[in-house]
C-alpha cells in the first residue's frame, strides 16, 4: 500500500515537473484574450494546463519548462495555411501579461496586419530576450525607452508598423544586437551619435521613416556593418569618406534624403555592391578612380545635381551590372565598351548635353 502512495507521488512530480507553470499558463490565457484571429483557428490548440506540448506556436526550455519561444507568424508555410489558402490577419494588442514570461528568448508576432497598441513597456523587463520581431503589424507608440537592458537581445524588427518618437538613446547599449530593421515606420529624431557602440550589428535598416539630421561617423566603425539602409528619410550633410573605407560593407542605400556635397571618391572601390545614392542633392563631378575593385550589381545616382562629363576610368570597373545616371547635369561623350555596351537610354535620359550611344551621336568637331 506505502509502495503504491510513493510511485503516486513520483509520477505526480514528474508530470508536474515537465508541465509550464500555473504562472506561464495565466500569461499566456492572457496573452491570448487580447487578440482576435478569426479564420485559422491558430489558437484551438491552447487548450489544457500543459502550454509546453502540442500548443501552436509555443515553446518551453527543456530544462525549466519554462515558456521560451513564442513563434506566430501570419505568413508562413505551415499546413494551417495552405489548408486555408489565405494569409494569416489578426486584430487585438499585445498584452502586458506577456512580461510575466520571465524566462521568454524570443517573441516573433509577425505580419498579422491588424494588431494595434503599443510595445508593453514592461519588454524591457524580460532580461532573456534574444529576439523582439513584430514586423507587419499597426502596432503604434515608441520603442521603450529603456530597451537597452536588453543586453542579450539579437535582433530588433518592428518594421512595417506605427511606430512613432525617436529611436531611444539606449537603444545603443545592445551590445549584443546584430539585426536592427526599424523600416517603414514614423520614427523622428536622429540617428543617435554614438550608433558606433553596436559593435555586433550586421544590418541596420531604418529606411522609410522621418530621421533628420547626418549620418553619424561613428556608423562607420562598426567592422560587422553589411547592410545599411537609410533611404526615404531626411537625412542631410555630407556622405563620410569612411563609409568607403568599412571592410564588409556590400549594401548602401542613402535614396530619397537631403544629402548634399560630393560622391566621395572612396565609395568607387570600396566593397560596396549595391550603392544607390539617388534622389538628393549631391553635386560636383563623380568621382575618377574606378578600377579592379570597383564591383557593382547596382550603380545608382540619379535625381541628383553633378557635373562634369562621365569618368573615362568608369571602364576600368571590373564588373557593373544596372548602372543609372539619369536626371543630373552631366555633359560630353559617353563611353564606349563594358558596361555602357549593355545599358539602354534610360540610364543616360534628363542630363546637360550626354552624347553617343545609347543617345544621339555627338556631333563632330
Not at 234 to 243: A, W
Amino acid at each position: 500500500m506505502k509502495l503504491n502512495v510513493v510511485v503516486s507521488l513520483l509520477l505526480l512530480l514528474i508530470s508536474t515537473a515537465t508541465c509550464c507553470p500555473p504562472s506561464d499558463l495565466r500569461a499566456l490565457l492572457a496573452f491570448r484574450s487580447a487578440l482576435h484571429e478569426p479564420y485559422l483557428g491558430i489558437f484551438n490548440s491552447w487548450t489544457g494546463q500543459d502550454c509546453c506540448h502540442n500548443w501552436y506556436g509555443v515553446s518551453c526550455d527543456a530544462v525549466t519548462h519554462r515558456v521560451a519561444d513564442i513563434n506566430l507568424r501570419g505568413e508562413s508555410e505551415d499546413p494551417i495555411f495552405e489548408r486555408a489558402h489565405r494569409t494569416g490577419y489578426m486584430t487585438g494588442r499585445i498584452s502586458p501579461a506577456i512580461c510575466d514570461l520571465a524566462r521568454l528568448s524570443a517573441l516573433t508576432i509577425a505580419d498579422w496586419k491588424g494588431i494595434s497598441g503599443d510595445i508593453p513597456k514592461c519588454i524591457t523587463r524580460l532580461s532573456f530576450l534574444r529576439t523582439i520581431d513584430l514586423i507587419g503589424n499597426q502596432i503604434s507608440g515608441e520603442i521603450p525607452n529603456d530597451i537597452g537592458r536588453l543586453n542579450r537581445l539579437a535582433v530588433l524588427n518592428v518594421a512595417d508598423n506605427r511606430i512613432s518618437g525617436s529611436i531611444p538613446k539606449s537603444l545603443t547599449n545592445l551590445s549584443s544586437l546584430m539585426h536592427l530593421d526599424l523600416r517603414n515606420n514614423l520614427i523622428t529624431g536622429l540617428i543617435p551619435t554614438d550608433f558606433g557602440r553596436l559593435t555586433m550589428l550586421s544590418r541596420a535598416l531604418l529606411s522609410g521613416n522621418r530621421i533628420t539630421g547626418r549620418i553619424p561617423e561613428s556608423l562607420t566603425k562598426i567592422y560587422r556593418l553589411a547592410d545599411v539602409d537609410l533611404s526615404g528619410n531626411q537625412l542631410y550633410g555630407t556622405i563620410p569618406p569612411s563609409l568607403g573605407r568599412m571592410s564588409v560593407l556590400a549594401t548602401l542605400n542613402l535614396d530619397g534624403n537631403k544629402i548634399s556635397g560630393e560622391i566621395p571618391q572612396t565609395l568607387m572601390t570600396s566593397s560596396v555592391m549595391n550603392l544607390n545614392l539617388s534622389r538628393n542633392l549631391l553635386q560636383g563631378k563623380i568621382p575618377e578612380g574606378f578600377g579592379p575593385r570597383s564591383y557593382f550589381t547596382v550603380l545608382d545616382l540619379s535625381y541628383n545635381n553633378l557635373k562634369g562629363p562621365i569618368p573615362s576610368s568608369i571602364s576600368g570597373a571590373s564588373f557593373i551590372g544596372h548602372l543609372d545616371l539619369s536626371h543630373n547635369h552631366l555633359c560630353g561623350r559617353i563611353p564606349v565598351g563594358s558596361p555602357f555596351d549593355h545599358l539602354e537610354a534610360a540610364s543616360f535620359m534628363f542630363n546637360d548635353c550626354l552624347c553617343g550611344k545609347p543617345l544621339k551621336a555627338c556631333l563632330k568637331n
